[in-house]
């Protein structure tokens, strides 16, 4: 039983960086595809980025291209969402969420979700 806890939100000034971690217990993350979702008030939850199972590739939405890096630490069981050059349009509840292998970006397809970290960009 896979079980996933976020943490690394907080205030942020525009221009900010974060770096969000995923860590993981019950099960090795590496084998499982990781997505970052976030979901700002009223709108739907988006995926952000993913690791598919392995590492073997990534994938980022377009808005955040250039901005954040999601990557793995295999020995502390964790993912990690680098988030460089926050912008107000990021503010929302970050999740992590696991699949078995293959990355999507919907999250419906996911089996199991962290808690959620909030992240504010503001001035």
């Known amino acids: 039983q896979l079980h996933l806890v976020e943490s690394g939100g907080g205030l942020v000034q525009p221009g900010g960086s974060l770096r969000l971690s995923c860590a993981a217990s019950?099960?090795?993350?590496?084998?499982?595809?990781i997505g970052w979702f976030r979901q700002a008030p009223g709108k739907e939850r988006e995926g952000v980025s993913c690791?598919?199972?392995?590492?073997?590739?990534?994938t980022y939405k377009n808005s955040v291209k250039g901005r954040f890096t999601i990557s793995r630490d295999n020995a502390k069981n964790t993912v990690y969402l680098q988030m460089n050059s926050l912008e107000p349009e990021d503010t929302a509840v970050y999740y992590c969420?696991?699949?078995?292998?293959?990355?999507?970006?919907?999250?419906?397809?996911?089996?199991?979700w962290g808690q959620g970290t909030q992240v504010t960009v503001s001035a």
């Open positions: 690791s598919s199972g392995n590492g073997g590739s990534t």
């Open positions: 019950g099960d090795i993350l590496d084998y499982f595809a």
């Open positions: 969420a696991a699949k078995w292998r293959l990355c999507s970006s919907v999250p419906n397809e996911y089996d199991t």
